[in-house]
């Protein structure tokens, strides 16, 4: 699917303003693709595609301390330029979880 979006400005006569009005369109030529059910999926795909109430919980409390430290404000969140990666799985880490930690920056860690 290929998808348009068009900005364009226009200006409130009554008071000066502008603002931008979004349009969207979308391609003629598509391709249908049809998606399996939850339960078509075996245990396995299941469990890695949707997550338990522990993990959700486990990381809406990890993305609160994320967000905290960014002051919480989505302008100043930390990008994954800014994230540390763990040479051993390849995971981003924020780098708010080291300074809980104490780690220094450059200390090794196991």
Do not use: Q
């Not at 939850?38 to 990381?59: A, C, G, M, Q």
């Not at 040479?87 to 809980?100: A, C, D």
């Amino acid at each position: 699917t290929t998808t348009t979006t068009t900005t364009t400005t226009t200006t409130n006569n009554n008071n000066n303003n502008s603002r931008k009005d979004r349009r969207i369109s979308f391609d003629n030529n598509v391709t249908v693709v049809p998606i399996p059910m939850r339960t078509e999926y075996s245990s396995r795909i299941r469990h890695r595609l949707w997550s338990n109430t522990t993990e959700i919980h486990k990381n809406a409390a990890r993305n609160a301390v994320e967000f905290a430290s960014e002051g919480w404000n989505w302008r100043t969140v930390v990008c994954e330029e800014g994230m540390y990666l763990c040479s051993i799985t390849g995971e981003l880490i924020h780098p708010i979880h080291y300074k809980n930690a104490g780690v220094e920056l450059g200390e090794h860690v196991l």
